[in-house]
């Protein structure tokens, strides 16, 4: 009788065990898994730069999987791509700015290294060649309504205006316009502020989060920076910009040395200490840069699973990663196995089981999107672009889900707009792989604001509810050292269970998944 019981046991366990997985074998997995990233994180691939011969390539081996998987195409025309234009911006990379002392001696900036050129203001070359007078104006801001001026008493017609980051919001409590500094905290308002005014350039000061992430941003100022192509009207794209430069702690000491107020004098600010008052440097900068813009053609991928229910299957479920990564900088190849190759196959075997099982009322997208690294745009154009796009009942979003432990994993966004997505992630994760899900991130007031910078966002604007789940890779991340050696499958098998089960689970519900909270809520 014992062994019966424990016959019976064991019979109950496996049957859990093959319905929480719908009978996919693990092992199995993990071979499309692995196969499929060691070919999409390979040099061949070239680091799978949107617009580039690399993502082309990504992209015909995720539409040919697809179709291996018996996925069918979504995107333009019957096919499997959806096809947008990017305007691509590039500054050269021998441009450089010298810094001029008082006894006429230069010293030179090297892009990369020393400053970056921002290409969101896209500059004229009427500001190279000339030797500028160089002032310091506070935070570079303008505010009528609190009585605020950074450059009141102080002329920068034909000058270059250095500024510190922020605004100071914590110096006028009293001012409701100020309560709101985030409209003030970004170098929009600074750079139109400079213009407006006169300005031959806008340089600023690294803060401490700046001189930190100082390796990321050398990558970006030597690597092309895009955007929509139909947003190519919008000012900042204007011919006549001026130059607007961000310096690297090493290049503000240079500059400030010797002045009246130096680097460790503005980097004070932070610490509670008043900005300076406004004053001239003794030195002088001349700008010798080139840049470059161009329309290029770029692609997401999408696939369906449809629906077997008549009236439910024009209602979707979308599975999304990006699939692009941030190709050659400086000759070296960046692989982007974990960011977000991981995802990327992820989906993939999503796509492989539920095409197998057959079984989701309503319909199942498989949405890779490309450009996720040149500000969120394949999803953004996906988004606004897709008219099917009220039909869309949630979207399930990995991105880096391939590295740290194989037992956790960070969850995003599930309780931002739905609260039944938020329990039926935790049910259906308590059933299957049982991830600690580790909610760290999804703090509003996290200051990382992961929730805002992956792809799922653009789907969370339209008020559709997000799951995002992510492993926060830091040691290799946007570096050249992530590659598939350092990859855990077995997380990544954990992950497409998880998609899996919980795309079927919300595709089979008997009501539409429920939105009791609204995205501008949510941000608060």
């Known amino acids: 009788m014992k062994h019966f019981r424990n016959l019976v046991l064991i019979l109950i366990v496996s049957f859990h065990f093959v319905f929480a997985q719908n009978g996919f074998d693990k092992q199995e997995s993990i ?16 680091g799978r730069e949107a617009t580039t011969r ?20 979504f995107g333009d025309d019957g096919k499997y791509f959806q096809y947008f234009n990017v305007l691509t911006k590039q500054t050269e990379s021998d441009s450089e700015i010298e810094i001029i002392s008082e006894d006429g001696e230069t010293s030179k900036l090297l892009l990369g290294d020393d400053f970056a050129l921002s ?9 190279n060649d000339k030797d500028y007078e160089v002032v310091f104006a506070g935070y570079g801001l303008t505010d009528e309504e609190s009585n605020y001026d950074d450059y ?12 510190i980051v922020g605004s100071p919001s914590t110096t006028i409590a009293d001012s409701a316009t100020f309560k709101d500094y985030k409209k003030y905290f970004n170098i929009k308002s600074k750079y139109e502020n400079a213009q407006n005014r006169g300005a031959a350039g806008l340089i600023v000061v690294p803060d401490s989060r700046t001189v930190k992430y100082w390796a990321y941003i050398r990558v970006r100022a030597l690597t092309s920076t895009s955007g929509l192509a139909y947003e190519s009207n919008d000012q900042t794209y204007s011919s006549a910009s001026i130059p607007v430069i961000r310096l690297s702690e090493e290049s503000a000491i240079k500059l400030l040395s010797n002045e009246l107020y130096d680097y460790d004098d503005l980097s004070k600010v932070e610490d509670g200490i008043t900005v300076p008052p406004s004053f001239r440097l003794n030195k002088k900068i001349r700008f010798d840069y080139r840049a470059s813009s161009e329309i290029k053609e770029a692609r997401n991928v999408i696939g369906i699973v449809e629906g077997t229910d008549d009236d439910l299957k024009n209602e979707f479920i979308a599975l999304s990663a990006h699939y692009d990564h941030e190709g050659i900088v ?41 450009a996720e690294e040149k500000g969120l745009l394949g999803s953004k154009y996906y988004t606004n672009n897709s008219e099917y796009m009220d039909d869309i009942v949630t979207n399930i979003n990995v991105d880096m889900v391939g590295r740290e432990s194989t037992d956790s994993i960070f969850c995003i966004g599930s309780d931002k707009l739905s609260t ?56 290799d991340y946007h570096k050249p050292t992530d590659d598939v050696d350092k990859i855990n499958f077995e997380k990544i098998e954990k992950i497409s269970t998880l998609i899996t089960e919980l795309a079927l689970r919300i595709s089979n519900l008997d009501h539409r998944l429920i939105v009791d909270k609204l995205e501008m809520e949510a941000v608060k």
């Open 119 to 127: 290409l969101d203001y896209f500059p004229s070359a009427e500001f």
């Open 31 to 46: 071979y499309h898994l692995s196969s499929n990233l060691e070919y999409l994180a390979s040099d061949y691939l070239e």
């Open 330 to 370: 400086d000759s070296v190849i960046y692989n982007g196995a974990d960011d977000n190759g991981s995802g990327t196959v992820g989906i993939l075997e999503a796509a492989r089981r539920l095409s197998q099982i057959g079984k989701n009322k309503r319909s199942v997208l498989f949405v890779f999107h490309t």
């Open 420 to 475: 039944e997505l938020y329990e039926m992630v935790e049910e259906v994760n308590s059933e299957t792989v049982n991830f600690y899900l580790d909610y760290t991130y999804n703090d509003p007031d996290d200051p990382n604001r992961y929730y805002y910078r992956s792809d799922h966002y653009n789907y969370a604007k339209r008020n559709i509810p997000v799951v995002f789940f992510y492993d926060h890779m830091v040691e």
């Open 54 to 73: 690399g993502e082309e390539l990504a992209s015909i081996f995720l539409s040919a999987k697809l179709k291996e998987y018996n996925v069918k195409p």
């Open 152 to 163: 009141a008493g102080i002329d920068v017609d034909g000058k270059v205006v250095l500024v």
